[in-house]
């Protein structure tokens, strides 16, 4: 499975940005995704997911309200829309799928792509 996280880049606080993630899978419907993060020095964490129906979505506290996850099957990507951007959002942001429901732990994702930079300046 290849995954290609793209659309980081330095923003200031308040900006948004939307990140993409174009996976090399066949039968995209068949598999759950996941946003997740990781900050210098810190564990990676779960930002936001997506079930393979559009409806089922789930979001970490800390994003919920500012965050979107979204998927486009037709064309291999999940979308991650981010508004009202923190310096706390600052980290690398990695997707992953899975083939079954939405899960929060990291460990429950077996792939991972090279992830996209996100900075966020005061």
């Known amino acids: 499975v290849q995954l290609q996280a793209s659309g980081g880049g330095l923003v200031q606080a308040g900006d948004s940005l939307t990140l993409s993630c174009t996976a090399s899978l066949r039968s995209l419907f068949n598999y759950t995704f996941a946003w997740f993060r990781q900050a210098p020095g810190r564990e990676r964490e779960f930002v936001a997911a997506?079930?393979?129906?559009?409806?089922?979505?789930n979001y970490a506290d800390s994003v919920k309200g500012r965050f979107t996850i979204s998927r486009d099957n037709a064309k291999n990507t999940i979308y991650l829309q981010m508004n009202s951007l923190k310096v706390d959002d600052t980290a690398v942001y990695y997707c992953a799928p899975r083939l079954g429901s939405i899960q929060l732990g990291s460990r429950y994702y077996k792939s991972w792509g090279r992830g996209t930079q996100v900075t966020v300046s005061s």
């Open positions: 997506i079930g393979r129906s559009s409806d089922s979505t």
